[in-house]
């Protein structure tokens, strides 16, 4: 038995009802200790699901779940104890205070009173709440509550946290905000699992990515060999003072490992397009030079724009454009 943080087998979840639901299809995953892991996918993907098993809120129908060795599904209480958890939906107590919120969490997982009152004002100071401590949670803003929420998750010293889409809705202050924290505690030895709809927060801070579509996991690895793997390399705007004709298209189209694509798509909110072509490559090395050299007898460059490959551009290439639920 693996005595990783958290190793999902075969996982499977079915609702029941007319027709029946498969919300989560069979997941493999493991997530190695001290590593920020991001699973990512459309609306209706499975996350909550996935995050629900995990938390054994959700008991699954098939597989195995383990946090740190300890089986979940037998063993749910232990597993409860080593885990942090934000769900997606807001569950602060309402008619508590901020102060109260975490204290009495404390108070349920075991502090004796002045432990947890402690614990309380120590975390209140930590996560920039202090001076709404009797604050009540309606009173609050959104950023707040995550990190109220956060600070409630991690007040009984977790190994593992699990976050569900922390970061929905919020101002771009308040997500930075939030990942210095998940980074601080990821710091201190916390192993992370957090969902998100942010393709660029999840390529910047997320050690690891899971894309997760119809309950299975379609690919797990960095942003940045998931971006190689599955990326369409640059794409690389030539802008031109005149429409790109036959020529100047067959001189670019010569440029070694480069692919006309289009010409540039309509900018402007009228739809205006402007002059010049798109095209992609596997990399700018050594190319950007030549194509330069090989536009310049044909047409008059005005600019030249490159495109890095996105992980929201390998997260459309694996998941497709459909729209979900
Ligand atoms: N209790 C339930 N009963 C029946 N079907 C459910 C239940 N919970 C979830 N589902 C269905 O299971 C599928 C996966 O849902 P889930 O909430 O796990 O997706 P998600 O990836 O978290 O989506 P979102 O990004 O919208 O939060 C969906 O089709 C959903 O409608
Ligand atoms: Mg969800």
């Known amino acids: 038995m693996s005595d990783l943080p958290l190793s999902l087998r075969h996982v499977v979840k079915r609702f029941p009802g007319t027709p029946p639901v498969t919300a989560v299809a069979g997941i493999d995953l493991d997530v190695t200790h001290g590593e920020i892991l991001g699973l990512l996918g459309p609306n209706g993907a499975g996350k909550s699901t996935t995050i629900g098993i995990i938390t054994t809120r959700v008991r699954p129908t098939e597989g195995a779940v383990t946090v740190f060795g300890v089986d979940a599904v037998a063993d749910p209480a232990t597993v409860k104890g080593t885990l942090g958890v934000v769900q997606q939906a807001n569950t602060l107590d309402r008619r508590l205070t901020l102060w109260e919120?975490?204290?009495?969490?404390?108070?349920?997982?075991?502090?004796?009173?002045?432990?947890?009152?402690?614990?309380?004002?120590?975390?209140?100071?930590?996560?920039?709440?202090?001076?709404?401590?009797?604050?009540?949670?309606?009173?609050?803003?959104?950023?707040?509550?995550?990190?109220?929420?956060?600070?409630?998750?991690?007040?009984?010293?977790p190994a593992l946290l699990l976050l569900d889409e922390p970061t929905a809705g919020l101002d771009p202050?308040?997500?930075?905000?939030?990942?210095?924290?998940?980074?601080?505690?990821?710091?201190?030895?916390?192993?992370?699992?957090?969902?998100?709809?942010?393709?660029?927060e999840a390529d910047a801070l997320c050690d690891r990515v899971a894309i997760i579509d119809h309950g299975r996991i379609l690919v797990v690895d960095t942003p940045d060999?998931?971006?190689?793997?599955?990326?369409?390399?640059?794409?690389?705007?030539?802008?031109?003072?005149?429409?790109?004709?036959?020529?100047?298209?067959?001189?670019?189209?010569?440029?070694?490992?480069?692919?006309?694509v289009d010409d540039?798509?309509?900018?402007?909110?009228?739809?205006?397009?402007?002059?010049?072509?798109?095209?992609?490559?596997?990399?700018?090395?050594?190319t950007v030079g030549t194509l330069v050299a090989a536009v310049t007898p044909h047409a008059t460059l005005r600019d030249l724009r490159v495109h890095e490959t996105t992980l929201e551009s390998v997260f459309i290439a694996l998941t497709g454009r459909d729209l979900r639920e």
């Not at 905000?177 to 699992?193: C, I, N, Q, S």
Request: aromatic share 4%.
């Open 101 to 157: 919120n975490l204290y009495y969490h404390c108070r349920y997982f075991g502090l004796g009173r002045g432990a947890a009152r402690r614990r309380s004002d120590e975390l209140l100071d930590r996560f920039r709440l202090a001076d709404r401590r009797d604050a009540l949670p309606p009173q609050i803003s959104g950023g707040m509550a995550q990190r109220l929420q956060i600070a409630r998750a991690v007040a009984h010293d």
């Open 173 to 200: 202050q308040s997500r930075i905000a939030l990942w210095e924290l998940v980074t601080e505690l990821r710091a201190d030895g916390m192993t992370v699992l957090v969902s998100t709809h942010y393709m660029e």
């Open 225 to 260: 060999a998931l971006k190689r793997d599955h990326g369409d390399g640059v794409v690389i705007d030539v802008g031109l003072t005149a429409p790109a004709d036959a020529a100047v298209r067959a001189a670019v189209a010569d440029v070694p490992g480069v692919r006309v």
């Open 264 to 286: 540039l798509p309509a900018t402007g909110h009228d739809g205006t397009t402007q002059a010049g072509l798109r095209l992609s490559a596997a990399s700018t090395e050594g």
